[in-house]
């Protein structure tokens, strides 16, 4: 089974930024859908951004991180970043990678989708 590990987490003041990253082991990202996702205590899990790795990249914000975030992978295609900028309070949480190889829909369903354990990304006001 493929395993995801995150890392990049860390406590961060208000405004600042922090680089996530999300490597999988024994294989590339190509044709994968990887997203990033978020929960904060108390609180569901929550979409937060993802990109789809096929011909050209397609790549889709929450619109609560939009303009702040920006998700990116590497040439080789075997880690996928998340660079968080102007970071808030509120962005405090757990931030989970998340994989899942595309259908012929080629984009995020859900489906078999291979979970990594979380990084803790703390901003403090």
């Known amino acids: 089974q493929v395993q995801l590990v995150e890392s990049g987490g860390g406590l961060v003041q208000a405004g600042g930024s922090l680089r996530l990253s999300c490597a999988a082991s024994g294989r590339t990202f190509s044709n994968y859908a990887v997203g990033w996702f978020r929960q904060a205590p108390g609180k569901e899990r929550e979409f937060v951004t993802a990109i789809i790795i096929w011909r050209g990249d397609t790549t889709n914000y929450a619109d609560s991180v939009k303009g702040r975030f920006t998700i990116s992978r590497d040439n080789r295609k075997t880690t996928v970043f998340l660079q968080m900028d102007s970071l808030k309070p509120e962005d405090t949480a757990i931030y989970i990678c998340?994989?899942?190889?595309?259908?012929?829909?080629?984009?995020?369903?859900?489906?078999?989708?291979?979970w990594g354990q979380g990084t803790q990304v703390t901003v403090s006001s």
């Open positions: 998340a994989a899942q190889l595309l259908g012929d829909g080629r984009r995020w369903t859900g489906n078999g989708a291979y």
